[in-house]
């Protein structure tokens, strides 16, 4: 059984209180590329929620089931996305499947004017291969206005417009999301950027798990080459997933290049590893929305950080 989490009455809405444990604010390479800070203790595996409401002088206690998804919107509740974007984009399915090597990802995207989609395109790049809802990238770009920019590639359209929907609600000048597939167009894109590549997150990539799909996979070796030959001087690669053998074959790929990535702890020793070189705490501040749901199942979650040497 996991841990709980203290909400007031209500729980069927879950309503955000002060009983959630305050998360850190900290985010991936604040002051140096090097300098991971401490990542916030979150309970895992939340299955129950402890709700307790007081009736005059008596003080009730109850337990009610919640949902994964319930959990996301606590852990995204103070970006207050809004859930009414217009009638043309209609539902948005966050696990559509759409074939990567499909004629119409095979080429290129335009590449965008980089000062008229960033208030200052020369500051540092943190690009998320990948990027699903867009929460994740828009809750770290709220926390870094000045100090980094945040692109988001992603090929489902869907949730490219909603991203984008948000972006404008919250007025935020910093982020940028883009319909693209990584694949094809993360060279054009990053190589054409004003300013230093930081940081490329790949997180939770769709595992594709028959073999003749393999091929479908983000993590092919023109990527890999690309992202080390863009990151950098000690930039950094930071990728995870759910499952095994998907995490295992980004590694590989990964780790093809040892010459020119180190993994993280080769370089700081704080880092705290597991025996197989898993990272063994999530460095962002904030989890995926698939992270979250996967630790709900109770499944482990498979991290690696490489850094670009000089």
């Known amino acids: 059984m996991g841990s709980w989490v203290c909400l007031p009455s209500g729980v069927g809405g879950v309503t ?61 509740a103070d970006l207050n996305l809004t859930h009414k974007i217009s009638e043309e984009l209609g539902h948005v399915r966050i696990r559509q499947h759409v074939n990567p090597l499909s004629s119409s990802l095979s080429v290129p995207v335009e590449v965008p004017d980089w000062n008229q989609v960033f208030r200052d395109p020369t500051l540092p790049l943190m690009v998320d291969i990948g990027c699903g809802s867009g929460r994740f990238l828009i809750w770290l770009a709220k926390r870094n206005l000045v100090m980094r920019n945040y692109l988001g590639l992603e090929i489902r359209k869907k949730l490219v417009k909603r991203a984008e929907f948000w972006v404008k609600d919250l007025a935020l000048s910093n982020i940028y999301f883009m319909f693209a597939n990584a694949t094809t167009s993360f060279q054009q894109l990053v ?53 095994l053998e998907v995490a295992l074959d980004m590694r590989n790929q ?57």
Request: positive net charge; aromatic residues 8%.
């Open 16 to 76: 955000v209180s002060g009983a959630l444990p305050r998360r850190s604010l900290s985010a991936l390479l604040l002051k140096s590329p090097i300098s991971l800070l401490p990542s916030y203790q979150f309970h895992h595996n939340r299955r129950r929620v402890c709700a307790s409401a007081s009736s005059g002088a008596k003080e009730l206690q109850q337990q009610q089931y919640v949902r994964s998804p319930d959990l996301v919107a606590l852990e995204y």
């Open 191 to 243: 190589s054409t950027y004003p300013g230093p590549l930081m940081l490329v997150s790949i997180l939770c990539p769709d595992p594709y798990f028959k073999k003749r799909h393999h091929k479908r996979r983000v993590v092919q070796k023109p990527l890999v080459d690309s992202v080390v030959n863009n990151l950098m001087p000690s930039g950094q690669v930071f990728m995870q997933s759910d499952v």
């Open 254 to 310: 990964f780790d093809s290049q040892p010459q020119v990535l180190k993994h993280i702890h080769e370089i700081n020793s704080s880092v705290l590893c597991d025996t197989e070189g898993w990272v063994l705490s999530n460095p962002m501040g904030i989890r995926t929305e698939r992270e979250i749901h996967a630790e709900f199942e109770g499944a482990k979650i498979y991290r690696r950080i490489y850094q670009k040497q000089m």
